[in-house]
């Protein structure tokens, strides 16, 4: 409910029609009962003096019953129900007072009766009503006569009539600008020949030809196809559909799921949207719950994880971020994108490297905060072959730095993002995961032992993600843009995707988890579904662009890189999958050494670097970590 130190002068304008209206229905109910004859001048006096104080009552309702500071450009069913409460209330309190006060005092016979407080019931309903939904029929024609003279494209809408009546509200509030819905085409049977929004549905999805053609025979050609989120599910053939439309030189959007409760909106369709299985069902109740109002901590923020991370933060509340990025146009660019949002969470960004652990420390010591979410680390596979040393230096000491600062600033969680490649490594990215996973591990596992209420550490393994930097979609986008080659690596070489979207609130989902489980979990794994064969991938790509693989497009093998393997695994063998009963979330069984063994290890590292001693580097971390793969040179 709005404070009434929030009120506006719209909404007192409000408060004075519902006044007026009430007014109105109470005058005219007694009126038209007693036919404006003797008894109705008789009970004039009386009605006058009770009538400020109704009045009154009826102002208080109508607050409490949200009428006052709803806006009439969006009144819709709940404010239907939230007149007939207000009216059922005032009718109550009217019954009240003559059953109770009036009639047996004053007058020894009822004053209003049943059949006035029937009659100002209904009047009152309309009075209330009338000139709300006159208004929002006006907003309604005028923004549907301004979408038609604005040129917009004759659209059609593809996907079940639930999404199809989302988008048709954002366009009637204008949200959605520059389409007209001239019909929509709907997988389900029994939706043919309904109209949804005064919007026909005009066949299947299949239909699409046909119902381009009819158009075009009546001089109103399809000019655009806005493909809603139930046409991206895996059984609806999405890419087909796409297909098919691009051959009608059909212009094709978008409406991204809105289960996030985001505001309507067109996108263009990106490749993507068509190579994904279904995306896990999130909890947003239980995200918000964990973040609103904290304080929270993003390293890495300025990467496209890291990024994701930051906006979700502040899409569900948190009331204070810290961004932390060692490079300053990444950071320049998280913190832009985050201003003009104009979120309500107190954002800042700050210029470190996870390395320099006096400034880590310092950092988190003045924003002290309630979450850390650790993204900052290299990544990529073949670089990081090359220069072992930098790999140790940034995500293994760099995360030892960024635990160890989360600790001693008081932090409820940190939350470090892993990789797959980290179960069983063959790669140093991989292997320096692992340790820093271990590390966490084994703090998380110490500090149960010292005491009842504790921060959480916790790594959040994931493969590949979709469209971020480093991904090998873009990578092949740019080379279908150029003429091809596209490049493979090996015919065989499988990997597992999912969106950043996805990603990041699973993240968040596991640490939710962590923060209410008793269990000894530490390291959680996402659901990545089934894993996708990377040549087949490019074939679907060139596919989707209109083209033929091998004829227009050719692929390339490459032969596979240093610290690469054909398959990725989610578990290893000494750390079996454990189920949580979290949707798209799964924990790995602890397997950490001692914190001390992890600090002789941390010991020889160091001096190993600063001798730039790989072949020792590579014992220790083999030491360290028995299972990695004797490939990784």
């Keep these: 409910m709005t404070r009434l130190t929030h009120l506006t002068l719209r909404n007192y304008l409000i408060a004075l029609h519902d006044v007026l209206a009430t007014a109105v229905a109470f005058v005219a109910a007694f009126y038209l009962r007693f036919e404006g004859g003797e008894q109705f001048v008789e009970r004039l006096p009386l009605m006058l003096r009770i009538l400020p104080y109704f009045l009154l009552l009826s102002l208080v309702v109508c607050y409490l019953f949200n ?17 007939l409460r207000v009216t059922t209330v005032l009718a109550t309190a009217l019954l009240a007072l003559d059953y109770i006060l009036v009639a047996p005092n004053v007058h020894g016979t009822f004053f209003f009766g049943k059949v006035t407080i029937v009659l100002f019931w209904f009047l009152e309903i309309t009075s ?42 954002g366009i009637e509030s204008g949200a959605v600008k520059r389409i007209w819905p001239i019909g929509i085409l709907s997988p389900s049977v029994a939706d043919r020949g309904q109209l949804i929004r005064n919007v026909p549905v005009l066949g299947n999805i299949d239909d699409i030809e046909d119902v381009a053609a009819d158009f075009a025979r009546r001089n109103k050609p399809i000019a655009r196809v806005v493909m809603l989120p139930s046409v991206f599910e895996a059984e609806a053939h999405p890419e087909t559909f796409m297909m098919r439309a691009k051959r009608l030189r059909l212009i094709v959007s978008r409406l991204p799921s809105l289960e996030g409760g985001e505001t309507p909106r067109l996108a263009p369709v990106a490749v ?25 901590i993003v390293t ?30 990444a950071l320049y ?15 800042e960004g700050r210029i470190a490297d996870i390395r320099d652990r006096e400034r880590i420390t310092r950092l988190m010591s003045e924003f002290k905060p309630d979450l850390v979410f650790h993204a900052a680390a290299l990544k990529h596979v073949p670089i990081l072959e090359r220069d072992w040393s930098e790999g140790v230096k940034t995500n293994i000491f760099g995360s030892v730095n960024v635990a160890d600062a989360a600790l001693a600033a008081g932090a409820e969680a940190m939350v470090m993002i892993s990789t797959d490649k980290a179960i069983e490594p063959v790669s140093m990215l991989g292997l320096t995961k692992r340790f820093a996973e ?50 493979v690596t090996h015919p065989e070489m499988v990997r597992y995707f999912m969106t950043i979207r996805e990603a990041c609130d699973l993240v968040i989902t596991a640490a939710t988890h962590a923060l209410g489980s008793q269990r000894s979990v530490s390291v959680y794994v996402l659901n990545m579904g089934q894993p996708v064969k990377i040549v087949d991938l490019a074939e679907r790509m060139i596919r989707l662009s209109g083209l033929q693989p091998g004829v227009d497009i050719e692929v390339v093998y490459t032969g596979m890189r240093p610290g690469e393997r054909l398959n990725e695994i989610l578990f290893a063998a000494e750390e079996p999958p454990v189920e949580i009963g979290v949707a798209g979330v799964m924990a790995a069984k602890p397997n950490e050494p001692p914190m001390q063994a992890l600090k002789n290890w941390m010991a020889a590292l160091r001096q190993a670097i600063e001798n730039d001693d790989p072949a020792t580097i590579k014992a220790i971390l083999k030491d360290a970590v028995p299972e990695f793969g004797s490939n990784a040179a």
């Design 67 to 83: 009428l006052t500071t709803t806006k009439w450009r969006f009144i819709s069913l709940p404010d239907a129900l939230n007149i």
């Design 300 to 329: 890495g923020g300025g990467g496209s994880i890291g990024a994701e991370v930051c906006q979700r933060i502040v899409d569900f509340g948190a009331a204070r971020l810290l961004i932390i990025e060692n490079s300053e146009p």
């Design 128 to 169: 209330l009503s009338a000139l709300r939904f006159a208004y929002r029929y006006f907003r309604y024609t005028r923004v549907r006569h301004h979408a038609r003279a604005e040129d917009a494209s004759p659209t059609l809408l593809v996907g079940r009539t639930a999404d199809a009546e989302v988008l048709l509200r």
């Design 333 to 347: 660019a998280v913190t832009e994108a985050l201003a003009a949002q104009e979120v309500e969470a107190e954002i």
């Design 438 to 487: 271990m590390y966490c591990q084994a703090l998380d596992h110490d500090l149960a032992q010292a005491r009842p209420k504790r921060m959480r550490l916790i790594s959040v393994r994931f493969g590949n993600v979709l469209a971020s930097n480093g991904s090998v979609v873009p990578k092949f986008k740019a080379q279908i843009e150029a003429g091809g080659p596209v490049t």
């Design 272 to 296: 993507e949207d068509l190579l994904l299985r279904p995306t896990t069902t999130i909890d947003y109740a239980r995200l918000e719950a964990l973040v609103k109002g904290k304080g929270v």
